[in-house]
């Protein structure tokens, strides 16, 4: 896996050499891969003490799950976790890397020409939203979201779910750093970050590229 610059510093808006779609993730490996999402503290505190993401019985299973690989992607979503009851509790949650492909290679783009290709599953939705850097701010380049619903969820919680992990304290801790020290508050969390979610380059082959709208994108 290839190490991409952070998105969080003041040189990642004006780079060039990053794809415009790509995938990044916190130490993907041959295995697995780390994701995050936000939801309630009841359903977080019945996953983290069970390792079940559906353990509270206020779970929806029949909702649309939207992944995020992105960790700053994923803070701007849900505002460091300050958006809502509903996106209090920030769970990274590792899963296998063979689920993570399988959605892949049966995801639907939300938008372009190949949305009603044959082989392709409309209960997995792949969205590509502007990277953020650590103030938010829109990056040149984009990251995806995965929409997954139907069977897809049942499988990703009774298969595919290896670790669940509340990294609300930690997340909360850096946005005080930044609202109480401005630019040196940046840095201090860029560091902290950089050290803890550093994010890598996803490899995917051809086909997941095709299917994706990856290959000679641009914005």
Not at 8 to 26: D, E, F, L, V
Not at 73 to 89: H, I, N, P, T, V
Not at 179 to 202: A, F, I, M, P, S
Request: hydrophobic share 35%; proline share 4%; net charge negative.
């Amino acid at each position: 896996m290839n190490r991409v610059n952070d998105a969080s510093s003041s040189s990642a808006q004006g780079q060039t050499n990053i794809p415009y779609k790509q995938i990044r993730a916190h130490c993907p490996t041959p295995d697995t891969i780390v994701i995050y999402q936000a939801y309630p503290e009841t359903i977080a505190d019945a996953a983290v003490a069970t390792g079940r993401l559906n353990a509270s019985s206020e779970f929806n299973m029949d909702r649309m799950i939207w992944i995020k690989p992105s960790f700053y992607l994923c803070m701007y979503r849900y505002a460091w976790s300050y958006k809502g009851a509903r996106e209090a509790r920030i769970l990274a949650i590792t899963m296998t890397m063979a689920g993570f492909l399988t959605w892949l290679r049966n995801a639907v783009p939300s938008t372009g020409s190949d949305a009603s290709t044959p082989g392709t599953d409309e209960a997995i939705r792949a969205q590509w939203d502007p990277e953020r850097n650590i103030k938010l701010e829109k990056l040149s380049y984009r990251s995806l979201l995965l929409g997954v619903s139907g069977d897809w969820v049942e499988t990703w919680i009774n298969e595919w779910i290896v670790g669940i992990e509340d990294i609300t304290e930690d997340v909360r801790r850096w946005k005080s750093y930044i609202d109480e020290d401005g630019k040196k508050g940046r840095r201090k969390v860029q560091r902290e970050v950089t050290r803890k979610w550093l994010e890598e380059v996803v490899a995917v082959d051809e086909e997941i590229e095709e299917r994706l709208e990856m290959r000679n994108a641009t914005g």
